[in-house]
């Protein structure tokens, strides 16, 4: 029986730009290729925030004591050397150890992920028959 459109008409069993019908996979793959996806998606998603919010979150921290508490970031800790100065050197050093745990994280929890989902469509479309 073939298929109506919203006015009532026949459905073309062709896509309108001339490419032919996409073959949908089958239920069980498209649910394992999706619970993939998602898994990489959330590992992804918590690498990316944590990382952000440490760099940032004590950057926004460093910004408002410079505002809202200049005597104490004024304040003199070691010689000539003032809590502000210090809090800047804790800076640098807070950003790149961010960056080393978002690269150390990546390979641990992410790429293993992302590993697994390119092998399963590859997998998926020598499967098909599709050619690439």
């Keep these: 029986m073939p298929g109506y459109d919203s006015y009532g008409y026949d459905a ?7 490419r032919a019908p996409r073959q949908e996979p089958y239920a069980r793959e ?3 290729r999706n ?12 690498l990316r925030r944590v990382s952000t ?6 950057f ?5 004591l410079s505002c809202f508490a200049p005597d104490l970031m004024g304040s003199a800790i070691a010689g000539e050397v003032s809590l502000g100065m210090a809090l800047g050197v804790f800076q640098l050093v807070v950003t790149f150890a961010a960056i080393l745990w ?7 929890s992410v790429d293993p992920l992302a590993r ?14 599709v050619a690439r």
């Design 53 to 58: 919010l440490t760099a940032l979150g004590s």
């Design 12 to 18: 073309l069993p062709y896509d309108p730009y001339g």
């Design 116 to 129: 697994l989902v390119r092998e399963r469509a590859a997998a998926s479309t020598r499967n098909a028959g």
């Design 102 to 108: 978002y690269g150390r994280s990546a390979r641990r």
């Design 30 to 32: 498209t649910d394992r």
């Design 60 to 64: 926004v921290l460093y910004v408002l």
């Design 35 to 46: 619970a993939d996806l998602v898994a990489l998606r959330s590992a992804y998603r918590v």
